[in-house]
């Protein structure tokens, strides 16, 4: 899950021109007994938006049910433990950052 639309739908994300926009960006590997093996032979076969092994979306709110104690969440780079529900949810323009002007 990554802050914002990332402007290519491939293995690897793209550049994010708006992360104010409200949205959060989606990817998935369905799993497998080796989902890397499997997307990894998706990507050389041809572009990932036409691999069942990758779903990717852009939603403003997400929710996550029924998780196992322990579950992997992945988010903007950074990898924390979930279990059981999750609701993430993003609002457009909601942080204002200052900045110097030189």
Avoid: W
């Amino acid at each position: 899950m990554g802050n914002g639309v990332y402007h290519r739908m491939g293995l690897a994300p793209g550049r994010r021109t708006d992360l104010a926009d409200g949205l959060l960006d989606v990817r998935v590997v369905h799993g497998t007994r080796r989902p890397a093996l499997r997307l990894m032979a998706a990507a050389a076969a041809g572009p990932l938006t036409r691999s069942p092994a990758h779903a990717a979306v852009q939603v403003n709110r997400l929710r996550l049910t029924g998780l196992a104690p322990g579950t992997p969440l992945a988010y903007d780079g950074e990898v924390i433990e979930v279990g059981g529900d999750v609701l993430v949810e993003k609002l457009p323009e909601a942080l204002t950052v200052y900045r110097p002007l030189s």
